[in-house]
Nanobody, 115 residues
Framework: QVQLVESGGGLVQVGGSLRLSCEAS????????MDWYRQSAENQRDLVAK???????TYTDSAKGRFTISRDNAKNTVYLQMNRLKPEDTSVYYC?????????WGQGTQVTVSS
Protein backbone atom coordinates (compact mmCIF):
# COMPACT_ATOMS: atom_id res chain seq x y z
CA GLN A 1 0.00 0.00 0.00
CA VAL A 2 0.94 3.62 -0.50
CA GLN A 3 -0.12 6.59 1.61
CA LEU A 4 -0.04 9.98 -0.02
CA VAL A 5 -0.12 13.23 1.93
CA GLU A 6 -0.81 16.43 0.03
CA SER A 7 -0.18 19.95 1.19
CA GLY A 8 0.29 23.45 -0.13
CA GLY A 9 -3.21 24.43 -1.16
CA GLY A 10 -4.80 27.69 -0.14
CA LEU A 11 -6.29 30.97 -1.23
CA VAL A 12 -4.40 33.06 -3.78
CA GLN A 13 -5.22 36.00 -6.00
CA VAL A 14 -5.40 35.85 -9.76
CA GLY A 15 -1.90 35.75 -11.21
CA GLY A 16 -0.41 34.36 -8.04
CA SER A 17 1.46 31.12 -7.42
CA LEU A 18 1.18 28.06 -5.22
CA ARG A 19 3.28 24.94 -4.85
CA LEU A 20 1.52 21.71 -4.02
CA SER A 21 3.38 18.81 -2.44
CA CYS A 22 2.56 15.11 -2.38
CA GLU A 23 4.66 12.96 -0.09
CA ALA A 24 4.55 9.20 -0.61
CA SER A 25 5.09 6.57 2.05
CA UNK A 26 7.29 4.53 -0.31
CA UNK A 27 10.23 5.29 -2.52
CA UNK A 28 9.31 7.13 -5.71
CA UNK A 29 11.48 4.66 -7.62
CA UNK A 30 8.92 1.95 -6.82
CA UNK A 31 6.01 4.04 -8.15
CA UNK A 32 5.39 3.79 -11.90
CA UNK A 33 3.71 7.15 -12.34
CA MET A 34 2.65 10.00 -10.11
CA ASP A 35 -0.05 12.32 -11.35
CA TRP A 36 -1.82 15.45 -10.28
CA TYR A 37 -5.57 15.60 -10.91
CA ARG A 38 -8.19 18.16 -10.06
CA GLN A 39 -11.91 17.92 -9.48
CA SER A 40 -14.07 19.21 -12.32
CA ALA A 41 -17.44 20.95 -12.07
CA GLU A 42 -18.99 17.64 -13.17
CA ASN A 43 -17.38 16.01 -10.11
CA GLN A 44 -14.89 14.10 -12.21
CA ARG A 45 -11.14 14.09 -11.69
CA ASP A 46 -9.26 15.56 -14.60
CA LEU A 47 -5.57 14.97 -15.21
CA VAL A 48 -3.32 18.01 -14.82
CA ALA A 49 0.21 16.61 -15.07
CA LYS A 50 2.10 13.37 -14.68
CA UNK A 51 5.66 12.26 -14.09
CA UNK A 52 6.96 8.74 -14.50
CA UNK A 53 9.62 6.98 -12.48
CA UNK A 54 11.95 7.57 -15.41
CA UNK A 55 11.23 11.29 -15.38
CA UNK A 56 8.93 11.50 -18.41
CA UNK A 57 6.56 14.43 -17.94
CA THR A 58 3.19 15.13 -19.54
CA TYR A 59 0.98 18.18 -19.15
CA THR A 60 -2.56 18.76 -20.21
CA ASP A 61 -3.37 21.86 -22.20
CA SER A 62 -4.68 23.65 -19.11
CA ALA A 63 -1.31 23.23 -17.38
CA LYS A 64 1.15 23.83 -20.19
CA GLY A 65 3.27 26.92 -19.74
CA ARG A 66 1.97 27.67 -16.24
CA PHE A 67 2.42 24.53 -14.15
CA THR A 68 5.55 22.50 -13.49
CA ILE A 69 5.63 19.01 -12.05
CA SER A 70 8.81 17.82 -10.40
CA ARG A 71 10.05 15.22 -7.95
CA ASP A 72 12.49 15.00 -5.07
CA ASN A 73 13.42 11.34 -4.77
CA ALA A 74 15.24 11.86 -1.48
CA LYS A 75 12.04 13.20 0.08
CA ASN A 76 9.66 10.82 -1.73
CA THR A 77 7.78 13.93 -2.79
CA VAL A 78 6.28 15.19 -6.01
CA TYR A 79 5.51 18.86 -6.48
CA LEU A 80 3.19 20.88 -8.64
CA GLN A 81 4.33 24.46 -9.05
CA MET A 82 1.40 26.53 -10.29
CA ASN A 83 2.03 30.01 -11.64
CA ARG A 84 -0.18 32.68 -13.20
CA LEU A 85 -3.20 31.14 -11.55
CA LYS A 86 -6.66 31.80 -12.93
CA PRO A 87 -10.10 31.59 -11.30
CA GLU A 88 -10.81 28.46 -13.35
CA ASP A 89 -7.89 26.73 -11.58
CA THR A 90 -10.00 26.74 -8.42
CA SER A 91 -10.52 23.12 -7.46
CA VAL A 92 -9.53 20.31 -5.15
CA TYR A 93 -6.22 18.89 -6.34
CA TYR A 94 -5.36 15.24 -5.82
CA CYS A 95 -2.19 13.29 -6.35
CA UNK A 96 -2.31 9.76 -7.65
CA UNK A 97 0.32 7.05 -7.44
CA UNK A 98 0.33 3.96 -9.64
CA UNK A 99 2.10 1.35 -7.54
CA UNK A 100 2.28 -2.30 -8.57
CA UNK A 101 -0.56 -1.60 -11.03
CA UNK A 102 -2.86 -0.27 -8.32
CA UNK A 103 -4.04 3.31 -7.97
CA UNK A 104 -3.70 5.22 -4.72
CA TRP A 105 -5.14 8.69 -4.14
CA GLY A 106 -4.23 11.40 -1.71
CA GLN A 107 -6.86 13.15 0.38
CA GLY A 108 -6.90 16.28 -1.79
CA THR A 109 -5.95 19.87 -1.17
CA GLN A 110 -8.15 22.88 -1.92
CA VAL A 111 -6.89 25.61 -4.23
CA THR A 112 -8.97 28.77 -4.47
CA VAL A 113 -8.08 31.57 -6.87
CA SER A 114 -9.88 34.83 -6.16
CA SER A 115 -10.45 37.52 -8.75
Amino acid sequence: QVQLVESGGGLVQVGGSLRLSCEASVSLFSISVMDWYRQSAENQRDLVAKISSGGTITYTDSAKGRFTISRDNAKNTVYLQMNRLKPEDTSVYYCLAVYHNRWYWGQGTQVTVSS
